[in-house]
């Protein structure tokens, strides 16, 4: 199975040592998988341990993930408009991952919520581009930086949106 971005998460987890990864949609549990991987090879390396929440209400999901990671994951059986919020009060997120579908409201919840619990210069991702305006829209309102990264899947039907990221670090302009 061709890994696509998730290689960038891999590489965002090793470079920032995250202490909290939230994704929100998990489907076969790929991402997570490499996610989880990545924050068992900071600990590896003397690290301390990270850990991952998941968002997903199917109950078929998530069964690529290895049983040896479950000290470090939790998969909340749920929509992320049903459990979000809750899940997050009181913890601070390092990486957030959106890879739900691309549905406005629903990406504005998201990083709406995200960035409300978002520890200073987390990283805030999204795994469908720019196929809504919700982050491009959040980093505008919050002063945060926004990158796009465009790149397209190669011999897929479907070439992607890219992968966008934004960092909950407001921006002061200097003159
Ligand atoms: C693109 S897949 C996720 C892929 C996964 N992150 C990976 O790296 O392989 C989208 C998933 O979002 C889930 N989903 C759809 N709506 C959701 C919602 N409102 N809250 C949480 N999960 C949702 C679907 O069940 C599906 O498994």
Redesign the pocket.
Known sequence: MALGH?PLLWALIRLRRPHVVV??????????MVMLRALERNVEDGGHAGRLIS????PT?GWMVPQRHADRWTWAR????DALAANLAGIRVDLF?H???SEPD?ERYEFTTAADAAAPGAVLCS?NGQNTPALRELCDQRGFPFMHHDYAAAGHFYRGNGISFATATRMTKTL
Do not use: I, K, N, S
């Open positions: 998730r994704e929100t949609g998990l489907w076969y549990g790929l991402g997570a968002f997903d209400p199917d999901a749920a929509t992320t408009q991952v890879d739900t579908p629903l795994g």
